[in-house]
């Protein structure tokens, strides 16, 4: 029988999704050289590494500088800084190293990480940028909202990656896609009903 409170297995719950949402985020980069790994996909300009820089920066903002507990990394985009610009930490500048960026991304994960390990979820914090209702909000809604947040942002990851080679994939050795499926022929069919759909209409 499992001796934890509830709140612990909270706890545990929370860190193991947020965790997964890490790792298959962090893995759509591997086997990619510079220009793929940088490169926009979307008319938005969403690429792989400044999601990557992004996701840094939502670990560290609620789950550390919102509950008083500052992060810094020398490639930590500064909202505060009069050189900001909207949108600064969704790509990556060509003097950023990628090791930089990921080293950025695994020491706010871990900072984040304490923070809801050290913290009960009912410690009350601030996010100056959600403006009034943002004054008094709980550790765990914010840990419920960084997941969500890291979740879709992996989610586009995932559709970047494919565009770029077609690599595709839950996490690590579990593909979750069935195995002995013709992708072409899936595709032409899904194609097909498509434009027969719109035909129709």
């Given at each position: 029988?499992?001796?934890?409170?509830?709140?612990?297995?909270?706890?545990?719950?929370?860190?193991?999704?947020?965790?997964?949402?890490?790792?298959?985020?962090?893995?759509?980069?591997?086997?990619?050289?510079?220009?793929?790994?940088?490169r926009p996909?979307?008319?938005?300009?969403?690429?792989?590494?400044?999601?990557?820089?992004?996701?840094?920066?939502?670990?560290?903002?609620?789950?550390?500088?919102?509950?008083?507990?500052p992060?810094?990394?020398?490639?930590?985009?500064?909202?505060?800084?009069?050189?900001?610009?909207?949108?600064?930490?969704?790509?990556?500048?060509?003097?950023?190293?990628?090791?930089?960026?990921?080293?950025?991304?695994?020491?706010?994960?871990?900072?984040?990480?304490?923070?809801?390990?050290?913290?009960?979820?009912?410690?009350?914090?601030?996010?100056?940028?959600?403006?009034?209702?943002?004054?008094?909000?709980?550790?765990?809604?914010?840990?419920?909202?960084?997941?969500?947040?890291?979740?879709?942002?992996?989610?586009?990851?995932?559709?970047?990656?494919?565009?770029?080679?077609?690599?595709?994939?839950?996490?690590?050795?579990?593909?979750?896609?069935?195995?002995?499926?013709?992708?072409?022929?899936?595709?032409?069919?899904?194609?097909?009903?498509?434009?027969?759909?719109?035909?129709?209409?």
């Amino acid at each position: 029988m499992d001796a934890r409170t509830g709140e612990e297995l909270l706890k545990a719950d929370l860190q193991q999704y947020m965790d997964r949402a890490r790792d298959a985020l962090i893995w759509k980069l591997d086997g990619l050289g510079e220009y793929d790994l940088r490169r926009p996909l979307m008319p938005t300009g969403t690429n792989l590494l400044g999601l990557v820089k992004h996701c840094a920066m939502v670990d560290s903002g609620y789950l550390g500088g919102c509950f008083g507990r500052p992060f810094s990394h020398p490639f930590l985009p500064d909202p505060e800084s009069p050189d900001y610009v909207a949108d600064d930490d969704l790509w990556v500048r060509a003097d950023e190293p990628t090791a930089a960026i990921v080293d950025l991304f695994d020491r706010s994960r871990a900072h984040a990480t304490a923070t809801l390990a050290e913290l009960p979820l009912s410690t009350r914090g601030t996010v100056p940028w959600w403006g009034e209702r943002g004054r008094s909000v709980t550790l765990h809604r914010l840990a419920m909202h960084t997941f969500f947040d890291l979740d879709r942002h992996a989610g586009q990851a995932d559709i970047v990656r494919e565009l770029i080679d077609g690599a595709a994939g839950l996490q690590p050795g579990n593909t979750n896609l069935p195995e002995g499926v013709d992708r072409p022929a899936y595709r032409a069919k899904v194609e097909a009903a498509a434009r027969a759909a719109a035909a129709s209409r």
